[in-house]
């Protein structure tokens, strides 16, 4: 069965600094990737999603990820943080083999300080 | 409605009693799906239906977890007995067919159940 691991359960950090956060998957077929966010207080909504073609997708509120597929990763980024991307951000990824369910990862809580 | 809608918000029980609870999909999905959210455990999936086919149960933890779907709409998670290991946040999902098959569902806010 596939899993997803994301590797930074809490990061810190100063607004304008940069993100990265990282995830792998363990699948050796066809992916569907996905990055999840959760605001304070809200549900969580789709921030980017990866099928085929481009392996750099561009999301919502200037993230991005890069899927590779050598290394089964899909680590989301953003150049410039500010204190409203305070969230919690979860990976996630639906395979040829594992019908319509995403698998998540366990999620990065992500505090941006002022 | 708009979203995804879930009741209660917030439920508190005993251990060893039963609980329900409901999701109100978006209108017109097909597709509904319920997860667990524990803390440091990320989001662990626990039933999915589509249309009138029967069911993926897979992720259900134990016989004491049961869902049902009625008129292709309403969903009700219900947990029997429950156990202090059953606190979670509950959230359900829906999405179009389409929108399953491509991850892109859409979530209610959840149901946080605290089991003493």
């Known amino acids: 069965a596939q899993s997803v691991s994301q590797h930074n359960h809490h990061v810190i950090l100063s607004e304008a600094a940069s993100l990265e956060l990282g995830c792998n998957y363990s699948?050796?077929?066809?992916?569907?990737l996905f990055w999840y966010v959760q605001y304070p207080g809200q549900h969580l909504q789709l921030l980017l999603k990866?099928?085929?073609?481009?392996?750099l997708v561009k999301g919502i509120k200037g993230f991005e990820a890069e899927f590779i597929k050598s290394k089964f990763s899909f680590n989301l980024r953003k150049p410039s943080v500010q204190w409203s991307d305070t969230a919690e951000y979860f990976c996630?990824?639906?395979?040829?083999?594992?019908?319509?369910?995403?698998?998540f990862g366990t999620g990065t809580q992500l505090k941006v300080e002022l | 409605g708009a979203g995804v809608s879930q009741s209660p918000s917030n439920k508190v029980t005993e251990k060893g009693k039963d609980v329900e609870l409901r999701c109100d999909p978006i209108?017109?999905?097909?597709?509904l799906y319920w997860y667990r959210q524990s803390l440091g455990q990320g989001l662990e999936f626990l039933i999915y239906?589509?249309?009138?086919?029967?069911?993926?149960k897979s992720g259900l933890p134990s016989d004491r977890f049961s869902a049902e779907r009625t008129g292709g709409s309403v969903s009700t998670l219900t947990i029997q007995r429950t156990q202090q290991e059953d606190s979670a946040v509950y959230l359900c999902?829906?999405?179009?067919?389409?929108?399953?098959?491509?991850?892109?569902?859409?979530f209610g806010e959840g149901s946080r159940l605290t089991v003493l």
């Open positions: 999902a829906s999405s179009t067919r389409t929108g399953g098959a491509t991850g892109e569902l859409f």
């Open positions: 699948y050796g077929g066809t992916v569907n």
């Open positions: 990866y099928f085929s073609g481009d392996p």
């Open positions: 996630a990824v639906i395979t040829t083999g594992g019908g319509n369910k995403l698998t």
């Open positions: 209108s017109g999905h097909t597709a």
């Open positions: 239906f589509q249309g009138n086919s029967a069911p993926d």
